[in-house]
């Protein structure tokens, strides 16, 4: 015997199980439709009194199964039909009303927050257009949510957030150079020529920094450099303490500047690992 009534679903026999003591036979429904869950919840007595259930045998699934036990009792389906479709249809105009509901409150969200959108979108665009270094991994989300024709209030705040974000950047990057440079490099950039050649190195970097230290990859700045160098890149001259800052971040980017700007910035070019050949042995260098 199948279960009387089946959900829009499909059951499988699994056997005889022993349930309360009673060797049943037991069906499973390994994909619960909407209405059984529906009516599980709304009719539970019922569809209990008649076999249905969720159970852990049968099967090697790490959840509950829904279930029919076939426990012999005598089954007025057309009553229990009856019911099922009544709870099923109730529970689906809850959810319609609710959907509506939903969807009111959406419309009126977004006209609400066009109203102060204007100002915020445009702040955010002009900042993925201008300095989009800043957004840092937040950019493809920046860039997406700028796009968008109409936002939410969730969208509204995400860019309040995304621009103070970027303006907290900004911020620590310009302390840290308000701050006094280290001696040395301080020393150093006494030298105009090394002043300029400490802002042509840091526009190179920011050149080479398309994804703004979200990656390990030795390309561009790092996380630890990435605000105050780009800010420094956008500089038109740099002063002796910026180019000094300068300095201090450059040198750990060495290997990514051509010999003669290291030559220029720190008087010697840095010594660079040889590749071995292809087809060379092991142990062999590219010279």
Not at 44 to 61: C, E, I, N
Not at 167 to 174: D, Q, S
């Amino acid at each position: 015997m199948a279960p009387p009534i089946e959900f829009g679903t499909v059951w499988r026999c699994v056997g005889i199980h022993r349930r309360y003591g009673n060797e049943l036979p037991l069906w499973l429904c390994d994909e619960p439709t909407t209405a059984f869950r529906d009516a599980y919840k709304r009719a539970r007595g019922m569809l209990v009194g008649v076999g249905y259930s969720w159970t852990d045998r049968g099967h090697d699934q790490p959840r509950l199964v829904a279930c029919w036990w076939d426990i012999g009792v005598t089954v007025d389906v057309a009553a229990l039909r009856a019911e099922v479709d009544r709870v099923v249809a109730e529970a689906a105009s809850e959810r319609e009303a609710k959907a509506r509901r939903e969807e009111e409150r959406h419309v009126l969200d977004v006209a609400q927050t066009e109203i102060a959108a204007p100002p915020i979108r445009s702040a955010l665009r002009t900042l993925l257009a201008e300095r989009p270094w800043t957004l840092g991994r937040a950019l493809t989300e920046a860039r997406d949510l700028a796009a968008a024709e109409s936002w939410t209030s969730w969208g509204l705040r995400s860019a309040e957030r995304y621009l103070d974000n970027a303006a907290g950047n900004i911020r620590r990057a310009e302390e840290r150079l308000g701050r006094p440079a280290p001696a040395l490099w301080f020393a150093r950039a006494a030298d105009p020529a090394v002043r300029v050649a400490a802002l042509e190195a840091c526009q190179h970097l920011s050149s080479l920094d398309t994804d703004w230290a979200a990656d390990r990859n030795s390309i561009g700045w790092s996380q630890a450099t990435c605000w105050t160098g780009h800010v420094l890149s956008e500089r038109e001259a740099l002063d002796q303490g910026e180019a000094a800052h300068a300095l201090a971040l450059l040198q750990g980017h060495r290997l990514q500047l051509a010999d003669e700007l290291n030559v220029r910035l720190f008087g010697e070019a840095p010594k660079r690992r040889r590749r071995a050949k292809p087809d060379a042995p092991a142990g062999a260098l590219l010279v």
